[in-house]
Antibody, heavy 119, light 106 residues
Framework: EEQLVESGGGLVKPGGSLRLSCAASGFTFSDYTMNWVRQAPGKGLEWLSS????????YYADSVKGRFTISRDNAKNSLYLQMDSLTAEDSGVYYC????????????WGQGTLVTVSS | DIQMTQSPSTLSAFVGDRVTITCRAS??????LAWYQQKPGKAPKLLIY???NLESGAPSRFSGSGSGTEFTLTISSLQPDDFATYYCQQYAHYWTFGQGTKVEIK
């Protein structure tokens, strides 16, 4: 079964940092572009960042540029999101999602991990 | 940045009704549009990709149409399992999601 499993969420104070992980299994991880998408409580979906299959292309939404860093380790079938300078507006469920290379929609999502930024 | 505007924000309907949700893009996205269904506490589930292609396993009562800037998702006969929130998403230039349409029981 093709699966994505996020981890690393939790409670963090404003100004703090957190590192999310996404473990992939059941498919060739290195063939896919990977993305992070978040959903604030009771709100819609917001794309945050994407990284191409060999890490050659990396993009960020303006809302996280300069604070979040996406990375991947194809040998470990893992995707990461380093989140720094967190604010309350960063609270929400964080999903990893894969997409075939090129212009493509996400075709598989993880179940999400909850991040709460609060003092 | 490409903005996506969905309407309506909330929709009340009976089981068996035909339901249509509209999504407008701030600029042309060709047919690079997907539709998702999301239920509380769950990840989004892909229904339609490239504007009108039904995802494998998605019920045939779901259909999508449109191109350029105007798109629609139609549910031909609403079923109890369809009460959920629906999102459109453009993937022509990065990804942008609509604000969502909550389909409620009337």
């Amino acid at each position: 079964e093709e699966q994505l499993v996020e981890s690393g969420g939790g409670l963090v104070k404003p100004g703090g940092s957190l590192r999310l992980s996404c473990a992939a299994s059941g498919f060739t991880f290195s063939d896919y572009t990977m993305n992070w998408v978040r959903q604030a409580p009771g709100k819609g979906l917001e794309w945050l960042s994407s990284i191409s299959s060999r890490s050659g292309y990396i993009y960020y939404a303006d809302s996280v540029k300069g604070r979040f860093t996406i990375s991947r380790d194809n040998a470990k079938n893992s995707l990461y999101l380093q989140m720094d300078s967190l604010t309350a507006e960063d609270s929400g469920v964080y999903y990893c999602a894969r997409a075939p290379e090129g212009v493509s929609h996400p075709d598989n999502w993880g179940q999400g991990t909850l991040v709460t930024v609060s003092s | 940045d490409i903005q996506m505007t969905q309407s309506p924000s909330t929709l009340s309907a009976f089981v068996g009704d035909r339901v249509t949700i509209t999504c407008r893009a701030s600029q042309s996205i060709s047919s690079w549009l997907a539709w998702y269904q999301q239920k509380p506490g769950k990840a989004p589930k892909l229904l339609i990709y490239k504007a009108s292609n039904l995802e494998s396993g998605a019920p045939s009562r779901f259909s999508g149409s449109g191109s350029g800037t105007e798109f629609t998702l139609t549910i031909s006969s609403l079923q109890p399992d369809d009460f959920a929130t629906y999102y459109c998403q453009q993937y022509a230039h990065y990804w942008t999601f609509g604000q969502g349409t909550k389909v409620e029981i009337k």
